[in-house]
């Protein structure tokens, strides 16, 4: 828009349209406006200046009647669209992006054909121990390391499905361990938001159910779990409900007292560890009800999951 009083362009003065011949009679009628005044005449015409000055977009007066509905009627003004609980919310924030699990499948298969090596000393700061060992078995010969690894991958899957990055110690592709102490520096070393060691037992039949184990407050040599020690316990408690949900299992009748929690100075990959870490004993092997669930593709999948919801309760997911 212009604000000056320039004459129209050749081509708008041409113009026949009553538009354009208005805004010729509108132009000159401003001239005078101020001669004219107070007559009735220039009142109308100022109206006309000061409503239109510009020659571009100068436009006649217009009246805008209301907008007539369908039906006839007068149009009701319609409120402006607010936001409501059925409009789309945006997309919330994920508190499990971002975060990282480290997943330790106990044992490996290939322990008890190097049990020289796993059998070598490590520091676990508090004392001196094997590297590994080789883990129990069923009765009828299903590997505890077997049991570990197919927990641990269904475990991945369903984390990583919540979209957290998993990060497992191994996945049998070495001959043997790794050592306890390495399996602690990896999820040290993936600053891990939690750790959870999987295992079964190997005790005496009629011992049964699940326990997990939390770290006790050790200090020496590389090991000092005081800052660890009330956030695993968080995450075992959360790891030990929901595993007893899925699962339907009841806590260890042989130890724990009946709770499922056990706490320990004597492992290494607790003791040695930074991240908020507990190990979970899932059943005992030995035992020929429990070894029934543990042999049990179905009742994997429900063990994994029990320890993915509390893995993601721990993380606030
Ligand atoms: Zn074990």
Redesign the pocket.
């Known amino acids: 828009m212009r604000y000056d009083d320039s004459p129209p362009s050749p081509e708008s003065a041409s113009s026949v349209s009553l538009e354009r011949r208005w805004f010729a009679r509108r132009s000159a009628l401003a001239v005078g406006a101020a001669v004219l005044a107070p007559t009735a005449l220039a009142g109308w015409v100022l109206v006309q200046v000061t409503t239109g000055a510009g020659a571009d977009d100068a436009r006649p007066p217009r009246i805008v009647m209301p907008a007539a509905s369908a039906t006839g009627t007068a149009a009701t003004p319609q409120a402006p669209a607010t936001p409501s609980s059925t409009a789309p919310a945006a997309p919330a924030v994920n508190p499990l992006a971002g975060r990282t699990v480290v997943i330790d499948p ?2 490996n298969t290939g322990n008890f054909k190097h049990t020289s090596e796993i059998d070598q000393k490590v520091d676990i700061g508090t004392a001196s121990k094997e590297c590994d ?1 080789t ?2 078995t069923t009765n009828a010969g299903y590997m ?1 390391a077997e049991f ?1 690894l197919d927990v641990s991958r269904r475990l991945r899957t369903v984390l990583e499905a919540r979209g957290l990055k998993v990060v497992l110690t191994h996945e049998a592709d070495r001959p043997w361990g790794p050592c306890i102490n390495e399996r602690a520096r990896i999820g040290n070393e993936a600053a891990a938001d939690a750790v959870v060691s999987v ?4 005790v005496s039949e009629g011992n049964r159910g699940y326990h997990v184990i939390l770290p006790a407050k050790v200090k020496g040599g590389a090991a000092d779990t005081a800052p660890i020690v009330g956030p695993s316990r968080d995450l075992g408690e959360r790891i030990a409900s929901n595993f007893a949900r899925t699962t339907g299992s009841a806590p260890a009748n042989y130890l724990g007292s009946g709770t499922g929690l056990v706490v320990r100075d004597d492992l290494g990959g607790l003791n040695l560890s930074t991240r908020p870490k507990v ?1 979970i ?1 899932c059943g005992n092997m030995r035992d020929a009800k429990d070894a029934a669930l543990l042999t049990s593709p179905e009742w994997r999948q429900k063990a994994a999951q029990g320890i993915a919801d509390g893995i993601v309760g721990f993380l606030g997911g």
């Open positions: 106990g044992h060992t883990g129990t505890e570990t295992h079964a037992d190997g190990f004993e």
